[in-house]
């Protein structure tokens, strides 16, 4: 079987289509080999405009996959779908399957950033409350980010984790298992106007009066935390998302 798969493989890596082809073998998971990792260059670099020039529009959160696969050639979108198919469970992630974003789903800007609208007006009234409890606001540093968009994050990532796909997943999730792409599980992560996020140290997050404030009273605005301490995951003290509630 496996010399039947370099006998097909071998001529079509050849001729450059290896990536294309139904036949090609599974993306390395743990390092990316060297053909893997020139695709990957290639296609960073073959959607830099693009991203620049929506990060400018602050559309960036809200790219399509259509619009993300636009500037691709066929090998480079082939690549994009290798990892889009990934299936966590065998790159160590432990991320549940959310549902895809409805197409018709009505986002609101909020600076530079984008919720659903039923997440952005429950952010508004938890946000009146927190005033008028500790006379102080959070930030959406991080709203929505659409699947296609989280795509081209955890390609952008990998070379920073030494293109491995186990090690990007540890920090990034894979398109389809981020709640910051789903609106019926929309995710925010908070920043203070001052800007502590907790990303570098979390307890710098979690010893805010704010925090405190959120684990009391979150609640009742339909957001609760994702990823408490001693969790399976790491903990992420400014990680919220909203549960609709009907
Ligand atoms: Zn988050």
């Given at each position: 079987m496996k010399s039947g798969l370099a006998f097909l493989v071998a001529p079509l890596a050849f001729l450059g289509v290896v990536a294309a082809c139904?036949?090609?073998?599974?993306?390395?998971?743990d390092r990316l080999n060297d053909q893997e990792i020139a695709l990957l260059t290639s296609t960073v670099k073959a959607l830099d405009p693009l991203v620049a020039q929506r990060k400018k529009a602050g559309?960036?959160?809200?790219?399509t996959f259509e619009e993300l696969y636009a500037p691709l050639t066929e090998g480079q979108r082939a690549f994009l779908g290798q990892i889009r198919g990934l299936d966590p469970s065998s790159t160590g992630g432990s991320n549940r399957k959310l549902p895809a974003p409805d197409p018709k789903t009505e986002f609101i800007r909020l600076d530079t950033q984008y919720l659903p609208r039923q997440a952005a007006e429950a952010y508004q009234r938890m946000m009146t409350a927190l005033e008028t409890d500790l006379g102080k606001r959070l930030l959406v540093e991080s709203g929505y980010r659409s699947p296609a968009y989280q795509l081209y994050l955890f390609i952008f990532y990998m070379p920073k984790h030494d293109y491995s796909i186990r090690e990007t997943n540890r920090f990034v999730a894979l398109p389809g298992f981020s709640e910051h792409g789903s609106p019926q599980r929309q995710a925010i992560d908070f920043i203070t106007p001052?800007?502590?996020?907790?990303?570098?140290?979390p307890e710098e997050f979690e010893e805010l009066q704010e925090y405190g404030w959120l684990l009391a009273r979150a609640h009742e605005f339909g957001f609760y935390l994702s990823?408490?301490?001693?969790?399976?995951?790491?903990?992420?003290?400014?990680h919220w998302h909203y549960e609709a509630v009907e």
């Open positions: 139904p036949f090609a073998l599974a993306i390395s998971v559309t960036a959160p809200l790219l001052q800007g502590i996020s907790g990303e570098d140290r990823y408490p301490r001693g969790g399976p995951s790491a903990f992420e003290p400014w």
